[in-house]
């Protein structure tokens, strides 16, 4: 073939309209106490080139419905902490195949999970944070050899500690940990 009549065709206009309703609700039986829930109907947009190709193209709006469970507090004026747990289902997933160089569309996933993070003041110029994510991403129907999700991260944890002197100095060391991430379908 020709470069004329390569079937490549990767830009173009696509529109989709989708509803994204969203709730919580926030509870707080005592001081500097809440429990928390939410729930909330999106979307999540798959890569551009696979909406407007000419072959297989994909969805722009893959919906995705959130519900997380939670909750935070804040100590002695100085420290914040929170945790939730979170369930996350799309209705299409992009992957890497990596034998054919490519993304692509696959069927629907649901993510379960547990966040928690910690904010403290440590003075009036020093502070600390953390941050852990735990998550399994698994496809709704298995193809036959596995349902999680290759690739997707598992364990995610940050933290630092920052400061902001009144002299105008500011600095922050941190550290960022992403566990292995399988790349097959059958970890």
């Not at 997380?68 to 507090?73: K, L, Q, S």
């Amino acid at each position: 073939k020709d470069l004329g009549t390569l079937d490549t065709k990767t830009s173009g206009v696509r529109q989709a309209v989708q509803p994204s309703p969203k709730a919580s609700l926030v509870l707080s039986p005592i001081d500097d106490f809440d429990v928390f829930l939410n729930f909330g109907i999106g979307f999540h947009s798959n890569d551009a080139r696979g909406v407007v190709r000419g072959q297989d193209a994909v969805t722009p709006l893959a919906q995705a419905v959130g519900y997380e469970a939670g909750v935070r507090t804040r100590l002695f004026d100085r420290i914040d902490l929170a945790a939730a747990v979170y369930a996350l289902d799309l209705d299409s997933e992009l992957v890497w195949v990596g034998d054919a160089g490519e993304t692509e569309a696959r069927g629907a996933t649901n993510r379960i999970g547990v966040e928690a993070e910690i904010r403290a003041e440590l003075a009036d110029w020093l502070f600390l944070d953390g941050d852990m994510t735990w998550s399994s991403a698994t496809y709704v129907e298995n193809a036959g050899n596995g349902n999680a999700v290759a690739l997707a991260p598992t364990l995610i944890v940050s933290g630092g500690v920052s400061a902001h002197h009144p002299s105008g100095f500011y600095g922050r060391v941190g550290l960022f940990h992403l566990a292995d991430r399988p790349a097959t379908e059958d970890a």
